[in-house]
Structure formats: structure tokens, C-alpha cells
T-cell receptor
Framework: GNSVTQMEGPVTLSEEAFLTINCTYT??????LFWYVQYPGEGLQLLLK?????DKGSNKGFEATYRKETTSFHLEKGSVQVSDSAVYFC????????????FGTGTRLTIIP | DTAVSQTPKYLVTQMGNDKSIKCEQN?????MYWYKQDSKKFLKIMFS???????INETVPNRFSPKSPDKAHLNLHINSLELGDSAVYFC????????????FGPGTRLLVL
């Protein structure tokens, strides 16, 4: 079956530091890949996505590249801000039928000023 | 304008009680979902409806019964509540089952005592 593995948190960084949150996946076909973010007390919001190999998703300074050869979709940001503190979820979905989103376990990120 | 709304936001109840959580979306989407997020932030899909028809039904106890009176609403009724049902329940919607960008509600925090 499909699965998503994220780096364990929590991750604590200083403001303006470089961020990487690792995500690898297992899928039977060629899935779409997503990063969702959950700010404190809120629901999940789509941060970025990529639908095929070598696609790069980007939003709000965050980037992730769909790497089929390493089955990875690592999230990066060059300079984090306090407002980026949240829980980040990597997810995948097969590109056929009614396949559901399969989420990773989430990585809690805390940015200190 | 709230895209996906849930009521109530908080629900505290005794073991053995029956409770309902309501979800409404004003995005004109055809597909709606229920997710359960446990205390470790692990997010797992429970149900999905498309045009009021059940399309995803994960291994969930029969005590959980979703109801979709129309495309814009998906309610979750839980019978005989147990301690292990304590979690945050998220509703989400998407344009159709093939579109994997989902929009999440703010969540309902359920505590069973």
C-alpha cells in the first residue's frame, strides 16, 4: 500500500535559518505529492503540490521537488520566519480513481526569534 | 466567508453518549471527507462522499455513521462514545474525487470523559 514517511519532529530553528523537512514515499503508481500546513488551532491548508516527476511546487517561499528516483519530496525554505511555526504534513494521492490522500505523521516546526 | 465550517468547535461528553458533528462547505464542491487526528497529530481518513454517495469507507467502527443530506453538508454521528474516540475531527472538501487539493475545516475537538 501507499505510505509517507516524514522526518520526526519537533524541529526548532532560529529566525532566518534554512529549513529542510524530509519526506519520502512508497506508492504503487505515479502519485501526486503535497505539503499541507496546520497553524495552531486551525485546519490544514494546502501549501504546495507537484503532480509529476521533476515538478517543483512553490508557495510563500517554500519549495519542494518531486524526485522519482529517490521517491522524495523534501520541503525547503531559505529563511524561515516566526510565522512559519506550524505542523507540516507531507501527503500523496494516486492519480487515478477516488484514491484518498495518505498523510505522513506531521513535523512540528517552531521558529524562535 | 468561511469555506468549510464545522460545528461545534469543542465537544466534551461522557462515555456512552451519542453525539453529532456538522460540516458545511460553500465552495460548490462535490466531494467531502471526514478525517480523525489523534493526539500525536496523525491524520487518517474515515469517510468520503461524492454527490451524497459514499465512496471511501475506511476501517471505522460501526458506531460512526456519516450522513450527507446534500452536496454541501456532511455530518458525522457517533454512537456509544468511547475514551479512544477523543481526537480532533476534520471535515474537508474537494471539487471532485479526482482533484486532490482538499480544503479543510477548522476541526472539532472531541473529548470523551
Amino acid at each position: 500500500g501507499n505510505s509517507v514517511t516524514q522526518m520526526e519532529g519537533p524541529v526548532t530553528l532560529s529566525e532566518e535559518a534554512f529549513l529542510t523537512i524530509n519526506c519520502t514515499y512508497t506508492a504503487t503508481g505515479y502519485p501526486s505529492l503535497f505539503w499541507y500546513v496546520q497553524y495552531p488551532g486551525e485546519g490544514l491548508q494546502l501549501l504546495l503540490k507537484a503532480t509529476k516527476a521533476d515538478d517543483k511546487g512553490s508557495n510563500k517561499g517554500f519549495e519542494a521537488t518531486y524526485r522519482k528516483e529517490t521517491t522524495s519530496f523534501h520541503l525547503e525554505k531559505g529563511s524561515v520566519q516566526v510565522s512559519d511555526s506550524a505542523v507540516y504534513f507531507c501527503a500523496l494521492s494516486e492519480n487515478f480513481g477516488n484514491e484518498k490522500l495518505t498523510f505522513g505523521t506531521g513535523t512540528r516546526l517552531t521558529i524562535i526569534p | 466567508d468561511t469555506a468549510v465550517s464545522q460545528t461545534p468547535k469543542y465537544l466534551v461528553t461522557q462515555m456512552g453518549n451519542d453525539k453529532s458533528i456538522k460540516c458545511e462547505q460553500n465552495l460548490g464542491h462535490d466531494t467531502m471527507y471526514w478525517y480523525k487526528q489523534d493526539s500525536k497529530k496523525f491524520l487518517k481518513i474515515m469517510f468520503s462522499y461524492n454527490n451524497k454517495e459514499l465512496i471511501i469507507n475506511e476501517t471505522v467502527p460501526n458506531r460512526f455513521s456519516p450522513k450527507s443530506p446534500d452536496k454541501a453538508h456532511l455530518n458525522l454521528h457517533i454512537n456509544s462514545l468511547e475514551l479512544g474516540d477523543s481526537a480532533v475531527y476534520f471535515c474537508a472538501s474537494s471539487r471532485d474525487p479526482r482533484v486532490k487539493t482538499q480544503y479543510f475545516g477548522p476541526g472539532t475537538r472531541l473529548l470523551v470523559l
